[in-house]
C-alpha cells in the first residue's frame, strides 16, 4: 500500500526500523575509525541514541504525528552519548520541531521538517565541520527538496533522500583530509545513512530484523506491591504538558520557578520545554498534586504514573536510586573517568560526583542529568575529559535549568586533573572560576600510549597492529613495539624537562614490573621534574603522560 502522509503510528515504525537497522551493522560504523585505537564507537553510540528515541515513539504510537515526534526527539536528548548522538538527537530535534501542531504530514511538510532538522544540528555544533555527517544529511535533505514535484511521494522522496547522502558520504573524503589519510568515509554520515535506510524499507513495508542486542522492557511484577506494602519509593511521574492559551500567555511560563517547584515536592527532576509542550520527569510521593498543579498552565498530551516499588524499567529515562538528597550548597563539580584508581583521585580532589566513562565509554546526556540532580549545588563546574563527551555535557547543561551549569573544555582526564587540582572551589565568581580553570587547562599536556588497533598510515608513521603508539591530540608522534619505550619517546615530543610536574598515570593492562621500571627511568630522565605516579586502572591506554 502507498502511504501519502506520514502519521504518527508511521513515523514511530520508521524510527523502530532505523534503529534495528543500524544495529545491524553497528560494528562496521564503529570499524569507521580513523585513529587506529578502540575509541570507534560511533556505531554504540547512535544506536543507543536512536533507540532512546525509537522506545519513547513506540509508547505513544497511538498519537498523532506530533506526540510521536516530541516523544522520540526528547527520548534521544536524554539517551545521546558521544558525539555523533548529540548531533544525532538535534537532526530528530528539528524534525520535531518542524512537525509540531501536525497531525499527519505530506511529502511538503516532511521536506520542511528535514529542513529544520539540517538547521537544528547545525546549531548544536560551535565550529561545524563539513565532510562529516553534517554534510552528508544536509546534502542529502537540500538534493531531495529541489526534486519535489506535485507528483512526489513520500517514497520517492527518500529515494532521492538517501541516494545523494550516499553520494555524499563517498565525498567526504575529499573535504576532510584526516579521512582520506585513513581511507575511511565520515562514521556518522554513514551511521545515519544506515538509519534512514531502515526508515525507508518501514515506509516501504519492509521488516528489519533486530540483530543487536537491545534489552526489551521488563513485565511489570505487580505483586511487588501488597496489601500491607508501605509506599517507600513514590511514583515516577512523566508527561508532555501542552501550554493553552486559554489558561495563561505560554512565553510567559516561568520555567525555572516550575522546576523549582517540582524539586520542593519531589527529586530526579527533569524538565524541559520545547516551544509550546513542556517534557517532565519527576519522583514524587504525591502526582495528584503535581498533575493539578500543571493544569493551571495547560493540559496533558502524554501522562505516565508509576510505582517505583515494582522495580520496572519500561523507562528510557536513568533509573535513579532515591535517597535523601544532599543539603544544597554553593559550587559541586561533576568530573568523567575511567578506571578505579582515576575516579577515586578525582574524589580525592574534592568532585562531588564521578561519571563512569571516557575513551570509547561515552556517558549520555541522562548520567550527566543524574550526576547534576546528586551534586545538588547552584553552581556545578562539568569536566567532560573527553572531547567526545564534550557536546553531550553542553545538551545535559541545557536541560537542566535547577543550577548554573558550567562545562569546561577539557578534553582529556589530565587537563580535568589538573584544573580540579587548582581549583578555587569556594570563588564568588562563576566567571572568573572559569576564566582562571581555562587558562590552567591551556597550561596542559597530555600524552597517551595506547595499542594500535589496526595497521595506519598516519603522520609520516608506518603504523602496525599491535605496536604501541604515543600521541597528543590528534598526533602520532611515536610507533614502537614497547611500551615503556614508547612512553619514554612520548615525555621528550612533549619536552617534560620543561614541565614543573609530570604526572604518570598506569592503566589496567600495564605489567606492574615494566610500570615500576617506566616511573623509574622518568624520574631519573628529567630530574628537574616532579614525576608522581597514580595508578589509574584506565582502560584502553596503557599510560598517560600529563606535563604542567
Known amino acids: ?22 544495529g545491524c ?6 570499524d569507521l575509525n580513523v585513529f587506529p585505537i578502540p575509541d570507534g564507537d560511533t556505531g554504540d553510540n547512535m544506536l543507543a541514541t536512536v533507540y532512546s ?22 527520548g534521544m536528548l536524554l539517551g545521546a552519548r558521544g558525539n555523533s548522538g548529540v548531533i544525532l538527537s538535534r537532526i530528530f530535534s528539528g524534525i520535531n520541531r518542524g512537525f509540531q501542531g501536525v497531525r499527519e504530514a505530506d511529502v511538503s511538510v516532511v521536506s520542511h521538517a528535514m529542513e529544520c532538522g539540517v ?34 511521494t513520500l517514497k520517492s522522496y527518500f529515494n532521492d533522500l538517501l541516494g545523494e547522502m550516499q553520494r555524499s558520504l563517498a565525498r567526504t573524503p575529499e573535504l576532510l583530509p584526516v579521512l582520506r589519510e585513513a581511507g575511511v568515509v565520515d562514521s556518522g554520515g554513514q551511521g545515519l545513512i544506515y538509519i534512514f535506510e531502515g526508515m525507508r524499507r518501514s515506509l516501504n513495508g519492509e521488516t528489519v530484523e533486530r540483530v543487536e542486542a537491545h534489552a526489551e522492557a521488563k513485565k511489570v511484577d505487580l505483586d511487588a506491591f501488597q496489601s500491607d506494602s508501605v509506599l517507600e519509593y513514590g511514583y515516577c511521574t512523566e508527561f508532555l504538558l501542552r501550554l493553552q492559551n486559554a489558561k495563561g500567555d505560554p512565553d510567559a511560563f516561568d520555567l525555572p520557578a516550575f522546576v523549582e517547584y517540582l524539586n520542593s515536592v519531589g527529586n530526579s527532576v527533569v524538565a524541559f520545554r520545547e516551544g509550546t509542550i513542556v517534557k517532565v520527569h519527576v519522583h514524587t510521593m504525591r502526582p495528584g498534586d503535581v498533575l493539578n498543579r500543571c493544569q493551571r498552565y495547560g493540559e496533558f498530551l502524554t501522562l505516565k504514573v508509576e510505582n517505583m516499588s515494582l522495580q520496572h524499567n519500561e523507562t528510557t529515562l536513568p533509573e535513579v536510586t532515591v535517597t535523601a538528597p544532599k543539603p544544597r550548597k554553593k ?45 545538588n549545588a547552584d553552581t556545578v563546574f562539568v569536566f567532560p575529559n573527553n572531547g567526545n563527551v564534550l557536546l553531550t555535557a553542553k545538551q545535559a547543561k541545557d536541560l537542566y535549568p535547577a543550577s548554573d551549569i558550567r562545562v569546561l573544555n577539557t578534553h582529556s582526564v589530565g587537563e580535568g586533573y589538573a584544573a580540579i587540582s587548582m581549583m ?23 600524552g597517551f600510549v595506547s595499542r594500535a588497533s589496526r595497521n595506519a598510515e598516519k603522520d609520516g608513521l608506518h603504523v602496525r ?28 615530543a612533549m619536552h ?26 622518568l624520574t631519573k630522565a628529567y630530574p628537574r621534574t616532579e614525576v608522581i605516579r597514580i595508578d589509574g586502572g584506565q582502560p584502553v591506554h596503557q599510560y598517560i603522560l600529563v606535563g604542567e
Open 424 to 446: 578555587d572551589a569556594d570563588a564568588s565568581d562563576p566567571d572568573a572560576v572559569v576564566e582562571e580553570l581555562n587558562e590552567i587547562i591551556r597550561s596542559v599536556t597530555t
Open 1 to 22: 500500500m502507498q502511504n501519502t502522509t506520514l502519521s504518527g503510528a508511521l513515523y514511530a515504525g520508521m524510527l523502530s526500523s532505523g534503529a534495528d537497522h543500524l
Open 53 to 74: 528515541g525509537a522506545d519513547a515513539a513506540e509508547r505513544d504510537a497511538g498519537a498523532d504525528l506530533e506526540t510521536v515526534a516530541s516523544s522520540s526527539a526528547h
Open 119 to 152: 538547521e537544528e544540528a547545525y546549531r548544536a555544533v560551535p565550529v561545524p565541520v563539513e565532510g562529516t555527517i553534517l554534510t552528508v544529511f544536509s546534502d542529502g535533505v537540500r538534493y531531495a527538496n529541489e526534486r519535489i514535484t506535485p507528483d512526489s
Open 331 to 375: 559550587t559541586g563539580i561533576v568530573a568523567v573517568a575511567a578506571g578505579e584508581g582515576l575516579k577515586e583521585t578525582f574524589l580525592d580532589l574534592g568532585t562531588d560526583v564521578v561519571i563512569d566513562g571516557g575513551q570509547s565509554m561515552n556517558p549520555s546526556a541522562s548520567d550527566f542529568l543524574d550526576a547534576f540532580d546528586r551534586t
Open 465 to 492: 597492529k599491535g605496536d604501541f603508539i604515543g600521541f597528543i591530540g590528534d598526533t602520532i608522534h611515536v610507533d614502537d613495539r614497547d611500551a615503556a619505550d614508547t612512553a619514554m619517546a612520548l615525555a621528550k
Open 496 to 521: 617534560a624537562e620543561n614541565c614543573g610536574v609530570l604526572l604518570l598515570l598506569v592503566g589496567c593492562d600495564a605489567p606492574a614490573q615494566e610500570a615500576d621500571q617506566l616511573f623509574a627511568a
Open 25 to 30: 551493522y553497528r560494528k562496521a560504523v564503529n
